[in-house]
């Protein structure tokens, strides 16, 4: 029998960003301008973590070349929809070999978000409008969740 190696997936890091971590009430969308196929859709803030990087040092990162903000994190979000990665732990499937992990956030130090890298738009979005953009599909599951923590 060949050996076949185990499908390895690679992890993206996502802030929900909110208004604030012990009272959310609006989520921070951001529109992503590139590459073509996913340009208009909008997302988490975030992206994939460097070698060598943890995913704590990946999320800071991409939120400061991102949004120009610095953050302070609260629970990760999990819930129905989460698999088990043997690589990454608790992870949300996105496509192909990519994997989210989801943190709250905040913004401190009176940094406030701004689209710098990325994304050409940020919208703050209540329970009640979170649908009214097109997020990327493999959102969705998520963004559930994140629903049900807005008041
Ligand atoms: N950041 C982010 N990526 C998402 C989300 N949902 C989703 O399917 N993705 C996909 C889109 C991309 O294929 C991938 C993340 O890649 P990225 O382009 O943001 O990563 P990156 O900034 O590190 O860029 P690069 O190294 O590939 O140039 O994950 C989401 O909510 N946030």
Redesign the pocket.
């Known amino acids: 029998m060949p050996h076949v190696p185990p499908t390895r997936t690679r992890l993206?890091v996502?802030a929900a960003v909110v208004d604030d971590l012990d009272r959310p009430t609006r989520l921070l969308a951001a529109r992503r301008n590139a590459p073509a196929a996913?340009a208009g859709f909008w997302?988490?803030?975030?992206?994939?973590v460097d070698p060598g990087e943890t995913a704590e040092e990946a999320l800071h990162r991409?939120l400061d070349e991102e949004l120009g903000v610095r953050v302070r994190t609260g629970e990760e979000v999990l819930g129905a929809g989460c698999v088990d990665d043997p690589d990454h732990g608790r992870v949300w499937p996105?496509?192909g070999e990519?994997v989210?992990r989801l943190w709250l956030a905040e913004a401190v130090d009176g940094t406030s978000a701004r689209p710098l890298a990325?994304h050409d738009e940020l919208r703050w979005l209540t329970a009640h409008d979170l649908w009214t953009v097109p997020w990327?599909p493999?959102?969705a599951l998520a963004l559930r969740r994140i629903e049900q923590l807005l008041t």
């Open positions: 993206v996502g996913l997302e988490f803030p975030g992206g994939k991409e996105l496509t990519l989210l990325d990327l493999a959102d």
